[in-house]
C-alpha cells in the first residue's frame, strides 16, 4: 500500500495490458494523456526480460505475476497514479464498452475465467494487486469481446442446438478486440475515409494471432470464437480443431478434459509443431532472415524441417481465413497488420500474401498499434470525463 505524498503534484493515468507472453504497461498524465513512461516484461524461454526507456533487465525466473509486479511498481515511484485501467481478453455478451471495477463486477466477471483460461484470472489476479498497492485508486477494464458486438447471428452461432446459446451463452466472441480497433482506426487515417465507408481486413499477428473483416463500419467476423483458442495457429494455441480429436483424446488415450485444455493452450501451435513458440525462432530455423534477431545455436536437419513445416502450416491458416474474407466482400479498401510478427517481419507478410487474390486497389497497410494510449483514451473515458 502506498500513501499519498505528491501534494499539488499532477495526477497520472497507468494502463496495464496483459497478453499470453507479456506485461505492457505506461503512464500518463491525466490532463491531456500525455505519455510520461512506458515498457513491458515479457516471458522469453523461461525468463523474463523487463524493458523501459533505454534499460533492460534480466529476470531469471519464467511467468511470476508478484515477482513481474515487483520489478515494475518500482518505476511508478514518481507518478501520482489516481486512475488505472486494464485491458481484459474477455467480456461475454454483457460486458460491451469500457466498466468501472466495483466488488459487483469483480463477482460477475469471474464466470469468464474458463472461456479465457491463459488471460481473464491472470488480469483478476493483477487488479487485487494494484487495489492492494493504489486502494484509493479508481479502477476501469476494457473487453477485447466488445469490438465484437456488431457480429450478426449467422457469424457467432454455431451448429448446435439453440438451448446451448440461449441458456449457456455458447457462441463466437472474437478477441484482440483493441488490437482490431486500433488497425481500423489507423486505416481510417491512411485512407481519409470515414469508417462506416471502409471494408477491411485487420490481421494481428503475434503470440496470439486473429483475423477480423469489417464492412461499413461494423465486423462481421473473425478467425476467433468461443476462446482465444480458436481459428489460427500460434505460438502454443492449437486454432481450429475438429471436436473429434477431443473425444479421441479423451476416450483413446485417456486423456482428462484439464489436460486436453492444458495441451491446446500452452503445448500445441508452433510449439507442438516445431518445438519452439517463438515465430522468430520458426523463421530463422526454416531458413529465413528476421531483422534484429539473431540465432543463438546451430540447428540440426530434424529441426529446420519440422519449422519449414510448422511456418507453412502458419502462413496456410492465415492465406485460409483472408481469402474466405476477401471473397466475401465486394471491393476490399485494405488489409492491415499489426502485432509483434505482423508489423515487425516484411518477409512473413510477402509469404502471407503470395497466390492471395487481390486487387490492385486494396491497400497492405502496417500499423504499429498503439494499444497503451487506446486503453488510456478508454479509461479516461470512463474514469475521468464526466
Known sequence: MRNSRFGNMKKHLLVLNYGSSSLKFAVFEVDGLKEKLSGSISLIGNKSVLVYKKTKVNIATGFNLKIWWEYIENLFDDFDIKYVGFRLVHGGEEFTDTVRVNQ??????????KLAPLHNPIVLELINIVKETWPEAKLSVSFDTAWYKTLEPEA?????????????????????GLSHEASAQYAVQKLKKDLKKLSLITCHLGSGASITWLLNGQVKDT???????EGLTMATRSGDLPASIV?????ELKMSLANIQEMLNKEAGLLGLAGTGDLREV??????KVSGYRKKRSYSSVERKRARQALAIYIYDVRRYLSSYIGMTKKLDAIVFSGAAG???ADLRKMILKGINITRSCKILVAQNDENKNLA???HKCLVKK
Open 343 to 345: 508489423a515487425n517481419n
Open 283 to 288: 523463421l530463422l530455423r526454416a531458413g529465413h
Open 104 to 113: 459487483q463486477f469483480l463477482q460477475q466477471i469471474k464466470k469468464y475465467n
Open 223 to 229: 478467425s476467433m470464437g468461443f476462446s482465444p483458442n
Open 247 to 251: 473425444f479421441y483424446l479423451a476416450t
Open 377 to 379: 483514451n478508454k479509461t
Open 156 to 176: 457467432y452461432l454455431y451448429s448446435l442446438p439453440l438451448r446451448y446459446y440461449e441458456q449457456n451463452h455458447i457462441r463466437k466472441y472474437g478477441f484482440h
